[in-house]
């Protein structure tokens, strides 16, 4: 039971375009949403978060968005660059948790 | 200063042996974490150690893995009579309190262990 869904293995874009990347989750007591970063060899690294009272949050290029009546999160990156390139995770936890529920990723693939 | 890490980098074991991973958290970060990688999926929540509190050991999947942590700082997760599917790369996190809201947790590079 997938309860956060990122539907695409996998994304390639052009240096310079927008990068979008989407999650799905099904369990409705989630509300705080983060997505993390991975490079080969490493452990993920942590990008960016929003709490279920917001609907948008943004970081220099980085902007995540979430639509509550939808389970859906999304992750833009704009401008891309191929420094980029790596593994997205999005993850969720609920109020009272701590532990984070996460998808199986998307590899991003920025193109110089 | 160092971030967390974790050893061996890499494990090759035959089934049926017990393991040890280790983990160094982060200096005075309370809130330590497990999780596993298996092959195509994301990662997946073992157990959570909180300073003294009982740890939350709501995802190890079998009694044939525990996990233990030492003062409050090092953690070592033990897997006994390894089975062909613990092969996965097992992440530490830590974090300066527990719970998830503005609490980022920090990864180490993790362990990938297979089993033969």
């Known amino acids: 039971d997938q309860q956060v869904k990122q539907n695409s293995p996998s994304l390639s874009v052009q240096e310079g375009r927008i990068s979008i990347l989407n999650c799905d989750y099904t369990n409705s007591m989630f509300d705080y949403f983060l997505w993390y970063k991975k490079y080969p060899a490493e452990g993920p690294t942590f990008l960016i978060s929003i709490s279920s009272i917001k609907d948008k949050n943004e970081d220099g290029r980085f902007t995540v968005f979430l639509n509550k009546s939808a389970k859906h999160l999304s992750l833009h990156i704009v401008p891309s660059q191929p420094g980029d390139s790596a593994v997205y995770f999005c993850a969720a936890s609920a109020y009272d948790g701590n532990k984070l529920v996460f998808g199986a990723g998307t590899i991003l693939r920025v193109k110089s | 200063g160092a971030g967390v890490s974790q050893s061996p980098s890499n494990k090759v074991t035959e089934k049926g042996k017990d393991v040890e991973l280790r983990c160094d958290p982060i200096?005075?970060?309370?809130?330590l974490y497990w999780y596993r990688q298996s092959l195509g999926q994301g990662l997946e929540f073992l157990i959570y150690f909180q300073g003294n509190s009982a740890p939350d050991k709501s995802g190890l999947p079998s009694d044939r893995f525990s996990a233990e942590r030492t003062g409050g700082s090092v953690s070592t997760l033990t897997i006994q009579r390894t089975q062909q599917e613990d092969s996965a790369v097992y992440l530490c996190a830590s974090s300066s309190s527990g719970g998830a809201f503005g609490n980022e947790q920090f990864f180490g590079p993790g362990t990938r262990l297979t089993v033969l």
């Open positions: 200096s005075g970060h309370t809130a």
